[in-house]
């Protein structure tokens, strides 16, 4: 069975800090290399953060320095730290694999999300 749920979203103001966190199947997470996505109103869905089995990360331009990618191997948990927030940083925010997982070899399946609005 493949779950990915997101949660920690709300409405902030540009400066302020918000933590997502994701649970994760086993069977998606452990062998995989996890990532965080975001996809804005009229703008297709980005890559902005990801993180490896052994913890490698890396970050979009957009947010290097100000968001910081995290992973609980025993939990099968991930998690996105997000400071110094700006206003296009709104968008919904996804966790997956990377690349995002696929069901069957047929489609890319996707949690819900969790919104992130920022104020200004």
């Known amino acids: 069975q493949v779950q990915l749920v997101e949660s920690g979203g709300g409405l902030v103001q540009a400066g302020g800090s918000l933590r997502l966190s994701c649970a994760a199947s086993?069977?998606?997470?452990?062998?995989?290399?996890m990532g965080w996505y975001r996809q804005a109103p009229g703008k297709q869905r980005e890559l902005v953060a990801t993180?490896?089995?052994?913890?490698?990360?890396n970050y979009a331009d957009s947010v290097k320095g100000r968001f910081t990618i995290s992973r609980d191997n025993a939990k099968n948990m991930a998690f996105l730290q997000m400071n110094s927030l700006k206003p296009e940083d709104t968008a919904v925010y996804y966790c997956?694999?990377?690349?995002?997982?696929?069901?069957?070899?047929?489609?890319?399946?996707w949690g819900q999300g969790t919104q992130v609005t920022v104020s200004s």
């Open positions: 086993g069977n998606i997470f452990s062998p995989n290399a």
């Open positions: 997956n694999t990377v690349p995002a997982f696929r069901v069957a070899g047929r489609y890319d399946y």
């Open positions: 993180i490896t089995r052994d913890s490698s990360t």
